[in-house]
Structures are given as structure tokens and as C-alpha cells.
């Protein structure tokens, strides 16, 4: 009785059902899943007998043997390959020694390896054949699938971006013209690690001169509604702020500090700094500065900056007062707004500024402060449209001009008692932040979350022929993505919020950031990269590309909260200033087109506030260093506490960077301004 001879299991059959399998092998799978039965013994023996003979009368039999372990050498590292599609890595079991198949067997019947093995020694001309082939990438005949327990999944809205072009193209679109004009911006950029360089200040070039000039020729027929006189020092008692102590601050080298007085609208000139001559000047605006401004279109000679100053003390009224004051209550009083003039050297060395105007007035103390970019002044005297905020709930806009007898060589400071302005922006709840739309119309943000927008032309007190609600609650700062996008409005508020928006359909055409848990307090328009520049979570400064607002990019962070932040029209960099009394410089470029480039945050300056000696500290001259490990000392101070981190400390209100600005004018586009709580502002050329 003949018995079967057990056969091996294909290596298939171990396969999952849902791969697929080669066509090359689909036969030889068949064949595995239908195997046939194996030969009887007495097949056996006589297949053996017959190889003896055909052993004696074959010349060439041991090219037989070879070709014979090659045949069984391939469809060994066939099954291995279609085995690792199901089981990479997996060793197949050993087959057990069976009979030998009968003489003359056809091709396609390999033999055994096992039984070849076992019929004498290997030659030495196949040593090394019977391993397994090494792993080849899959071909066209072998088809790779990927593992459905792996998920890839971007985040929504966002195009994978894995190369330069692509970074480009989301920054400034996929119009030719406009992908020239941002290579080459992007080209410039990369050169300023931190600090703006003289030789590549050139104007944004969306910036169309031609509409400008058009737009200069601004109707005033309500410049006669202005109603303002001169008047002398004796008529302004009360509106000037009031002489209080004198500030001690030192300056100079850390090692070698000097102490200098500041008393109100006392001025120094900044000096070495153990290297470099210093081009700059500080003075005192006589009380904590709420807002400050450059004057546009001066293209040479003297510089002009608006400042506005609290004229009293915010913590010795708050001790005072027998109840917490409302807010946004409407709060009219005495106060004046500071025109302070720089002459220019040679070489554009900055010489000793001196306060050109005082425009007193009784309508509060004045914030967000703004000149109308657009307006280009008819004379050499005029300086142009000055808006701001008042403490009364209202806005208003100014014409300022200066007086005939006032030039550059003169340090004498004119007086001008403002009765009633050019124009009177009333909302029905506080006016809180402002920005020009155009030479003819203002935007204006209000205490309860709304936009509205006025005309500036015949009507002193003009209606608004805007309004709409952005935001639950107080609108901080709003500015607008002028030049390149000038009927598109940025809004930051009290709820976390920073929106874009846009004035023809702001119900549908708008979109809002991450909200942010400690609210956004400044925002502002970098045109050369089409982006918004905002901080979130107070201390990280991010920048958020117009066509992807959605998805935003660190580029620097303070050791305190944000509280403002400014761009130039002439380069890239980005001047920030923090509660903790740092003033930083960062170029956003470098991170925004290449990750892999090293971002650099330089420190202007620091203060430090001293509450025993009732003195402050500057120090400046720091290193840059990268952004991405900014702060990460200060909040390591914790790891002494174990387990408490130190995220956010409390400041003086005295360093307190309250707010910065960059000079509007191409030749002077280097110079930096901050005022400080205390009252000190700085001015400096940090370009180089």
C-alpha cells in the first residue's frame, strides 16, 4: 500500500487575503493552493535507479547539478519575495528531505534542495548560490501598498509645503509679477540677520507711486472749521504736564556707567558705547508715553515726532481714587500733544532735538496717535493730518502747520490752543484705536467690538457710512494692509481674537486667528511680506501671511507681555517693545522662506528699574541670538523651584516699553523710536 509522501505549505497560504500577489506568480500560487499528490515509493526507487544511468552516460553532469541548484535557487527567492510582501522579515520553515522525482522529470518540476543537498558534497563553483537574494526595491510587477494602520493627515485648509517655491508662492501668489517682486524682496531680506542695513532700504514695490500722487491731492473746503490760535506759556497752565521729580538714569557701558538727570523735556545725546559712535538722543516727555508717531513725506532735513503724555501719575491716581473707575468711561480734561523736532547733520548724524510744538487741548489724554500716510503736504511748513483718540470718547483730526518764524536752527517751542479740530468722529460708545483708509476716509474701532468707517470731506462732524461688529468686546488696535491691500482692515481685541476683514463683504470675506488666552494688544502690516504682524499668548511674536492666515510662524518673544509692535515701508525688520523693558529687532523673512535657516532677535536696549534708589538702568549693546531659545533661560529660572515654571512676571510700569515706531522716510528709515513708562524716549539710528 502506497502512502503519500507529506509536501511542504506554500508560503501563500500564510499570506493575508487583502495583498495582492504578483501576476508573474499567479501560476505558481495556483499550483501551491492545489498541490498534487506526492510519488509512491516504488516511483521513487526506480527515478533513483534511472538517475544512476543517465549519471554514468551524461558527460556534463555535474553542469547538470549546477544548473539543477540554480533552478531550485530561483524559486526558492521567488516564494522568499512574494512571501515578504505579507511577512517582511519572516524566515520560511524547512522543508523535510522527500523522494526524488522520477528521470527525465520535466522542467518545470524542480527538485528538491534538500534531496541535492544530501546527494554529495557541493561543488566548489556553486558555494554561496544557495543563499537567499538580497531584497530589491519592488518593480513594476510588484506592487506596494501602504499600511492601513499608518494615516497621514494635514491639518485643514494648509497645502503642504516641502519646497521654496511653494513657500513663495503662498506668501505672494502664483501671478508672475508678483513672484518676481517677492524673489527679489525675499533675496534682499535675507541679508538683514536682525538689523536693517542702509544700502538695502528701498520702498515696498507694491507700493504705486502713481496712485499716491493722486491721492495727495486731498480736498480740505473744512479746513476753516479749525479753529486753533497761538498763545504764550502763561495761557497753557494746566495743560502742560506738571514738573515733577527729576529722573536719574544711567547710561553708557555696563562697566562704566554714567548717571544723567532728566527733569521735564530735558534731552541727552547718546555717546559711545565702548565701540561705535552712537547716532541718537533721548529725552523726557514729562510723563508716561501713550502714543508716538514719525511725520511722513520728509524726505530731508529736520524730523518731526507726535508725542503724547500722560500728564498724571496712573498709579498715585488709582491710590486716591474711594472707588475702581469705569471702563472706557468718557474722561475729559486738560492735555497737550508734543511735536518734538531732529535736526539732521552731516552724514545724517542726529543733533540735538529740541520741542518744536505744544498743541493744548481739552479733550482728554490723547492716544494712537496717527499721520495720514497718504496726504503729501503742499508746503515745506505743513506737516500734514494728525488723528488720534481721546480720552473723551472721540477722535479727531488736526491739521498742524508750523509757524513762518520756525526753522531748523531755532530751539524755541510754539504753543498752539486748539478750540475745535478739523473734524470730530463721534460713535455711540468710546472710540478706542484708529487708522486712515485713505487720504478722504478713517476706521475707527470702538469699546463694544465695532468698525466704523467716516468721510473726511465737507461735514466737520461727519456720520459714519460704515458699521459693523467684528469682535465681542474691546477692539485694541486696527491698522490696514495698505498699500497692497487697501480696503482690507487687521483688528485685534479683548476677546483673543486677530481678524482680517474686508470692507466690501466683511460678513463673508473675513477670517480669524487661533483665539489667544491673554489678548493681542498690537498688530501691525508688514507690506513687503504681505503679512500681519501680531503676538499671541502676550510674549510670542508671530507672523501670519495674508494668504495663509490661518497657520501662523514664530519669529521672536518677549520675557513680559507685548505691548507694541511696529513695521517700516522700507525693509522687513520688525521693532517690538515688552512690558519687561525690551526693546527687540527681528527679521521675520529668514523663518517665513526658510525653516532651516538660523532666526536672530537682536536686543536694542533693556531697562531696569530700581524702587530703593527710585533710578533707571539702560543697557544695550547685546548680542543677537537666536530666537527659538529666546526666553527659554528665564523660564528655566523655575526649574530651582521644582516643578514651577515662571511663564510671566510682574514689571515696573516705569520700563515698560509702551511703545515703538520706526521713521517713515527712505533716508531715514533706520531710526527707531520707544517711549517708555516712565517718560523717556528713545531715539536712535540702528541701521547700518
Not at 476683514?501 to 493681542?520: F, I, M, Q, W
Not at 526693546?583 to 523673512?589: D, E, K, S, W, Y
Request: proline fraction near 8%; charge should be negative; glycine fraction near 8%.
Amino acid at each position: 500500500m502506497s502512502t503519500s509522501t507529506p509536501m511542504r505549505t506554500s508560503a501563500r497560504k500564510r499570506k493575508p487575503a487583502n495583498y495582492a500577489v504578483s501576476a508573474a506568480f499567479k501560476d505558481l500560487a495556483d499550483s501551491d493552493e492545489n498541490p498534487d499528490t506526492g510519488p509512491n515509493a516504488e516511483d521513487s526507487e526506480s527515478a533513483f535507479e534511472a538517475d544512476q544511468a543517465n549519471a554514468e552516460n551524461n558527460a556534463a553532469d555535474e553542469e547538470s547539478d549546477v544548473e539543477s541548484l540554480h533552478s531550485d535557487d530561483s524559486i526558492i527567492g521567488e516564494d522568499n519575495d512574494e512571501d515578504d510582501v505579507g511577512s517582511i522579515g519572516s524566515t520560511p520553515p524547512k522543508r523535510k528531505p522527500g523522494p526524488k522525482p522520477k528521470a527525465k522529470a520535466p522542467k518545470a518540476t524542480p527538485k528538491s534542495t534538500s534531496a541535492a543537498t544530501k546527494s554529495g558534497p557541493t561543488p566548489a563553483s556553486v558555494k554561496g548560490k544557495l543563499r537567499r537574494p538580497k531584497k530589491t526595491k519592488s518593480g513594476p510587477d510588484e506592487p506596494r501598498f501602504q499600511d492601513p494602520a499608518i494615516r497621514v493627515t494635514y491639518r485643514q485648509g494648509i497645502v503642504h509645503t516641502a519646497s521654496k517655491k511653494d513657500k513663495v508662492q503662498q506668501i505672494f501668489g502664483i501671478d508672475d509679477d508678483e513672484l518676481v517682486k517677492g524673489v527679489r524682496v525675499r533675496d534682499r531680506g535675507m541679508l538683514m540677520p536682525a538689523v536693517p542695513m542702509k544700502e538695502h532700504l528701498a520702498p515696498s514695490p507694491w507700493a504705486k507711486e502713481e496712485e499716491e500722487e493722486k491721492s495727495g491731492d486731498m480736498e480740505d473746503p473744512t479746513y476753516g472749521a479749525q479753529n486753533a490760535r497761538w498763545v504764550d506759556l502763561e495761557d497753557v497752565e494746566g495743560y502742560l504736564p506738571t514738573p515733577g521729580e527729576t529722573l536719574s538714569v544711567y547710561l553708557g557701558p555696563i562697566v562704566e556707567q554714567k548717571i544723567v538727570t532728566f527733569s521735564r523735556f530735558g534731552v541727552h545725546q547718546l555717546e559711545s558705547n565702548g565701540g561705535a559712535e552712537r547716532n541718537g538722543a533721548m529725552f523726557h516727555a514729562g510723563g508716561a508715553v501713550s502714543s508716538l508717531d514719525w511725520c511722513p513725506h520728509r524726505p530731508q532735513g529736520t524730523q518731526y515726532l507726535a508725542v503724547s503724555a500722560l500728564t498724571d501719575d496712573p498709579i498715585k491716581t488709582a491710590e486716591s481714587a474711594t472707588e475702581i473707575p469705569v471702563a472706557f468711561e468718557r474722561r475729559p480734561k486738560k492735555d497737550c500733544i508734543q511735536i518734538w523736532r531732529f535736526p539732521v547733520g552731516p552724514g545724517g548724524k542726529i543733533l540735538k532735538p529740541s520741542l518744536a510744538l505744544v498743541l493744548c487741548h481739552s479733550w482728554g489724554s490723547a492716544r494712537d496717535l496717527r499721520w495720514c500716510p497718504m496726504y503729501r503736504p503742499k508746503q515745506e511748513k505743513e506737516l500734514g493730518y494728525l488723528a488720534g483718540c481721546f480720552g473723551d470718547g472721540d477722535a479727531r483730526v488736526i491739521h498742524i502747520t508750523l509757524p513762518e518764524e520756525d526753522d531748523d536752527n531755532t530751539a524755541f517751542t510754539h504753543i498752539q490752543h486748539f478750540i475745535s479740530p478739523a473734524y470730530q468722529l463721534t460713535a455711540p460708545s468710546t472710540i478706542t484705536t484708529l487708522s486712515f483708509l485713505s487720504p478722504n476716509s478713517i476706521a475707527v474701532g470702538t469699546s463694544l467690538g465695532y468698525l466704523l468707517t467716516f468721510p473726511l470731506s465737507l461735514d466737520p462732524k461727519p456720520d459714519p457710512i460704515f458699521f459693523h461688529p467684528l469682535h465681542q468686546t474691546h477692539i485694541t488696535n486696527i491698522t490696514t494692509c495698505y498699500p497692497s491691500f487697501p480696503n482690507h482692515i487687521l483688528t485685534n481685541s479683548l476677546d483673543g481674537y486677530s481678524r482680517v476683514t474686508s470692507l466690501h463683504a466683511p460678513d463673508t470675506d473675513y477670517l480669524n486667528t487661533n483665539r489667544s488666552r491673554l489678548a493681542p494688544s498690537a498688530i501691525a502690516w508688514l507690506d513687503h511680506l504681505q503679512s500681519a504682524i501680531t503676538s499671541e499668548e502676550a510674549s510670542a511674536i508671530k507672523v501670519f501671511p495674508l494668504r495663509r492666515f490661518y497657520s501662523a510662524t514664530s519669529i521672536a518673544s518677549h520675557r513680559g507681555v507685548v505691548r507694541s509692535i511696529s513695521t517700516s515701508p522700507y525693509h522687513s525688520i520688525v521693532l517690538s517693545g515688552g512690558s519687561e523693558g525690551e526693546a527687540i529687532l527681528c527679521n521675520p523673512g529668514r523663518r517665513l522662506f526658510h525653516s532651516k535657516v538660523k532666526n536672530y532677535q537682536q536686543t536694542w536696549f533693556l531697562a531696569e528699574w530700581s524702587e530703593s534708589a527710585r533710578a533707571l538702568r539702560i543697557v544695550d549693546g547685546f548680542k543677537m541670538e537666536e530666537a527659538e531659545h529666546a526666553g527659554v533661560s528665564a523660564r528655566r529660572q523655575g526649574a530651582a523651584m521644582k516643578g514651577y515654571q515662571v511663564l510671566l512676571a510682574v514689571y515696573p510700569c516705569e520700563v515698560r516699553v509702551e511703545v515703538v515706531a520706526w521713521n517713515r522716510n527712505l533716508e531715514y528709515g533706520g531710526w527707531a523710536c520707544a517711549g517708555l513708562g516712565c517718560g523717556l524716549v528713545r531715539v536712535e539710528d540702528v541701521a547700518y
